[in-house]
């Protein structure tokens, strides 16, 4: 939450000689960031005034105010050597007359309501003075008329919003706090009308009609006019967790609500209302007409904590002298003793909520120490750091990136969240061995930002398709991803797995073009035992005997393949196995075969290698009409191979593929 | 001696003739006309001639020398002149014939260089789940039941039946959950830089509804914000300049305590807030820019994770890719989402 705070008002309970530029350097250093510090002329047009806009954090809404921030500004600046002085003294309880003509029962509901401080006035409305118009103006906040800003100003000062009905239109003997009941209706002071969802915290008249909703926003009921003779100024402490859903599901985001949300300390309900009791009478003429009201069943406790020199030396990384510890902490407003090696702190009401454990006194003791004032030092190597380079699947995921940049691929980072139209184009196949036995769905978003992204995807493949779509200007395509696929899985965690998916369209780029890619990148990945195998319509890719992947043709001559990348990779090894160079030399020589065309070459190819151990490679050199080339290596490493021997292993060749596949010498 | 004469000839004028290197046009020359060549023996030779035929087999032989030496001339002047003609008639500046050179993403390469820079001092890479128990990103890591961050207009929740102990199923909306599964796998000392994608119910110019974070988590005896002050101004300094610098200022997580909000000065103003020109700097606050949050990790988390407070500590921080990413000079794109676009327009770029 920000707030911004005028330098001179900031100055009535901060006394120092420190710049404005020095207060903020040791605010955002020690304390809550000042965000920027701009000149105003807005308190004078002759002198120069200075607005702080500061950021302060969902812990501290003890900061929301002038007194909070003038408190820590004190705390930081001193610990830097420049003198400074909080100066807020909390207002003396006002004196009311015994014979008050008003009485108003207030019946609470403590589990709603943990403070409730009250008291009726006569009043004079007009316009606010100069400076208090100018104060809130510099915050932000709007001058109505002197009623209003008076509730505001207080708020600002002390950090506890506060609230007045106009008491007369009021016209009620008791006001009661309950929750509401889904379906009632509330008309607010700007004139909106709210259907409640039930369960927030309101307050009733006799008849039982809502009358205010407390925290957020008065209502039109009984807001201030300019008629208004009496009001009742009106300071309730409520629940925070309360306050932020109604005001989240109503869409009011109130400054009260924004601050309640955050659990003001209840211990300066009643600060606000004698500081406001106060200013009413300075500048709205007002007289108390009734009793002051102060229900508050339930104090504020807060505990002491300990913790030892030692811990907070380890900590922070370099001694601390427990004496300036506590100094710190008393400046801040903590109580604070030594004994021995250990520190005693009490934290003040408005820090109850926020300082618990030791670490929380260390936080208080370092940041105003300041953190600038620690060296850094880099934590050392574990000893027991080992690094297993052959089994680091984010080397295996560069090695596999690297190679498909060199041979001419774009990275794509697609979103994993998808449309309904995405999912439908999805294969429908499994390919990851986890979940073969169960029903392949996608998670679903219960709370997607846009019917574009409901789904987590399943496959890779249509998105690569898209991101094609999506290029309109461009007739080639080279593209791959390596991202995360999700199922969902009713008994357990939906799962993810990593795959890879490449999308290609280019001239001349032919099915065997995709093939020896994906044989280039399992040779480099010293991986082998992958096949293709068609079934059915498809081509799928096959590891070992599990099923990894497979490719598609698309219209216009799209070809892409997904797999799955972790399986891939955990038949991935680096293992190099050094074999001594042969002493003789290879024969080498080309079987033309006239071959029938429904004979698959890698069947003629793994023959031809199991005919005997001396053919050392076979491989198809060209494929023409029905003659198929094969170019095979003869290799012994233990002597010359003569002619007549390589002529046995020929005819061995020759008569085991006449009679396997029917093949004959061209 | 007139035989070994025409040999010589013959021989040496093929060997000439059939060179086409200048160095070795040059060993020729030596072997044949050199100090202890072929032909300056043979003429050394002539001394020992029967007196009437010295002055026919010395003409012969000076000669010899002379075809020998013209041709070799002339040889090496042909090829000086091809070595030249060769090199004139190439228009140099022509388009070279290029290997294929494809692209990777920049987050993939912000991911490589963030990777690089931590495995120096030690750390290791890890990347944990994206779709998690609630349990993992808010419960273990110290948030209360009703807290902000968990309401339904912030975090993706999945359709899925909930856990009666972990609760329901969601997008992480931070890797700090990834500190959860890293500390529950009870091995400490710990040093682990868990990068992963991160979901958020946000969409705008700076903000993606899925976008990477990095998070760093050392757990050991003794450690201290003196070592994540080290830590995180060693990465600063490695990733984005030497002349970078951090600071950290107080701020507030659920899950750390001490919480810290770090800062690096801005790269175009060097930290000062104003430019050379005296003019303000546009770029950052009061020469400051925000990187990401970090902290001393809360008791609770570690003791959620059966880990003993009393015995270790840690820091942790987690930050954007992206946001750094583009805090290197020359990425200033304005828009986010164009990350995640892919227009190849954009991605080939770089």
Redesign the interface.
Known sequence: MNIKILDSWLRVYLSTKATPEQIAKHL??????V???EKTKITDSKSTDYIYDIEI????PDLMSLTGLAREASAALNQNNINAKYTFTTPPKPSTQSNSKTKITIHNDSSLVNRVCAVAMEVQVKPSPPMIQKRLESTDIRSLNNLIDITNYVMRTIGHPTHIFDLDRLDTSTLTIRESKTGEKIKTLDKKTYTLPGGDIVAVNDKNEIIDLLGIMGLENSVITDQTKKILFFIDSNDP?KI?KTS?SLALRSEAAVLNEKGPDPETAIDALFYGIELFKKFANAKIISPIVDIYPNKTKTKTISVSEEKIN?????PIPLKKSETILKNLGFTASIHKNTITAGPPSFRSKDIE?P??L??EI??IYG??N??????P??Q??ITDYDHDP?IWE?KT??A??????????????VSRDIINQSPKFVIDSSLQNSKLSP???????SSD?TY?RTSLTPSLLK?IK??P??DE??LFEIA?V?H?N?NK??S?NLHLALAIQQKKFTLFHLKGILEQLCQDLGISDLNLIKENESINIYLEKNMLGFIQTHDTNIFTLELNFENLIKHATNKKTYKSLPKYPPIIEDLCLIVPHDIATGDIISTIQKQNPLVVSVSLLDKYKNTRTFHINYQSYHKNLTDSEVGDIRAKILQTLSKKFNTRLK | MKDKLLNAKNEAISLILSTHDSKELEEIRIKFLGRNGTLTTLLKDLVSLPREEKPIIGRLANETKNIIEDTFNQRLQTLTKNKQSMTNSIDITDPGIR???????L??QAI?EI?AIFNK??FT?K?Y?????DWYPFTALNFPD?H?AR???ET??????PDPKLGP?V?TPHTSSGQIHEMQKGEI?I?MINIA?C?R???DTSHT??FHQFEGL?V?K??????L???L??FVKSYLGEKRTI??????FQFT?????VDVSCGVCLGKGFLPNKQKCKLC??GWLELGGSG?V??NVLKNCNIDPEKY?GFAFGWGVERVLMMKEGIEIDDLRM??S????F??QF
Not at chain 1, 28 to 33: A, H, K, N, Q, T
Request: net charge neutral; aromatic share 12%; glycine share 4%.
């Open positions: 955002s250093l020690c304390s809550v960031s965000e920027s510090l954090t969902t812990n501290r967790t932020r989240m380890s900590v922070i990384g370099i454990i670490e929380d260390i936080e370092a940041r953190y600038h620690i060296p850094n030092s880099l934590p190597t574990p027991t750091a984010f560069k990136k690297d498909l940049k060199y041979w001419g691929f774009t990275e794509t980072y697609t979103y994993s969240l998670p679903r978003l219960q709370n997607p930002l992204y987590m991101v999506e290029n200007d461009r395509f080279k995360f999700y969902d009713p965690l939906p993810q | 290997p294929p050179l494809g692209h990777l993403h987050v993939t490589e990777t001092i030690g890479r990347r789940p994206e779709i998690e128990w009703n902000p309401d339904d207009w993706f929740f999945i359709d899925h039946k199923v997008l000392p040093r994608k979901y119910r946000q969409s509804p899925m050392v050991d003794e450690i201290s914000i003196s070592h002050k080290g830590a101004s060693y600071r950290i200022r107080p701020y507030h305590e001490p919480s810290f909000e606050k009061s001393m809360h008791p500590t990350l995640y892919n227009n190849l327009n991605l080939q």
